[in-house]
């Protein structure tokens, strides 16, 4: 059993950058794949990239490209997403969740989620 | 990119049975799974690879496609099954993931 916890809300100004963590304990680190999903308010869930901790490879969404950067720290067990420019359109819960990567790939899906965590940007 | 496209609403009345779909061109070649998420609180997997459930999820739900739809069906609906539900498919070509806008099951 896989348990994902993420770092705290934060109220972030326009033009400045948040980072979220998103710590997993149980299972086997190096066999897992964390994404990145937000929520704004009363919206639906927008995956924002990927990343393979095996090889450290990073995807993202096109809308995000350029913006946002997730990064693992193998030996705490921690993953990171850091999203820089925000704008107040960037208020949102931010999710992460977990695929295997040892289950092949069209069975894998989101396991696992974190608690989400709430960034608010506001001047 | 590709869209998934799901209704906004569905509503039910308790101890009968829901059906949500989801629509996206060639799904029927791509692997789909369903989440749940109750107000407040992260989504949770009710539905992977079109119709297996993970284990803790009860019978009552159950997942099919046919043609370009794909539905989520859940039997004798109860209160507590009131959220919202989304659809999620891989983009092979794109390697990105992709939710469906979501559809707020109404339990009246």
């Known amino acids: 059993q896989v348990h994902l916890v993420q770092s705290g809300a934060e109220v972030k100004k326009p033009g400045s950058s948040v980072r979220v963590s998103c710590e997993a304990s149980?299972?086997?680190?190096?066999?897992?794949?964390i994404s990145w999903v937000r929520q704004a308010p009363g919206q639906g869930l927008e995956w924002m990239g990927r990343i393979i901790l095996m090889f450290g490879s990073t995807r993202y969404a096109q809308k995000f490209q350029g913006r946002v950067t997730i990064a693992a720290d193998k030996l705490t067990g921690t993953t990171y997403m850091d999203l820089n420019s925000l704008t107040p359109e960037d208020t949102a819960v931010y999710y992460c969740?977990?695929?295997?990567?040892?289950?092949?790939?069209?069975?894998?899906?989101?396991?696992?989620w974190g608690q989400g965590t709430l960034i608010t940007v506001s001047s | 990119s590709y869209v998934l496209t799901q209704p906004p609403s569905v509503s039910v009345a308790p101890g009968k049975t829901a059906r949500i779909t989801c629509g996206g061109n060639d799904i029927g070649n791509k692997g789909v799974h369903w989440y749940q998420q109750r107000p407040g609180q992260a989504p949770v997997l009710v539905i992977y690879y079109n119709a297996d459930r993970p284990s803790g999820i009860p019978e009552r739900f159950s997942g099919s496609k046919s043609g370009n739809t794909a539905t989520l069906t859940i039997s004798g609906v109860e209160a507590g099954d009131e959220a919202d539900y989304y659809c999620?498919?891989?983009?092979?070509?794109?390697?990105?993931?992709?939710f469906g806008g979501g559809t707020k099951l109404t339990v009246v």
């Open positions: 999620q498919v891989r983009d092979s070509g794109s390697d990105h993931w992709v």
């Open positions: 969740a977990l695929e295997n990567y040892m289950v092949p790939a069209d069975l894998r899906s989101f396991d696992y």
């Open positions: 149980g299972g086997a680190f190096s066999s897992h794949i």
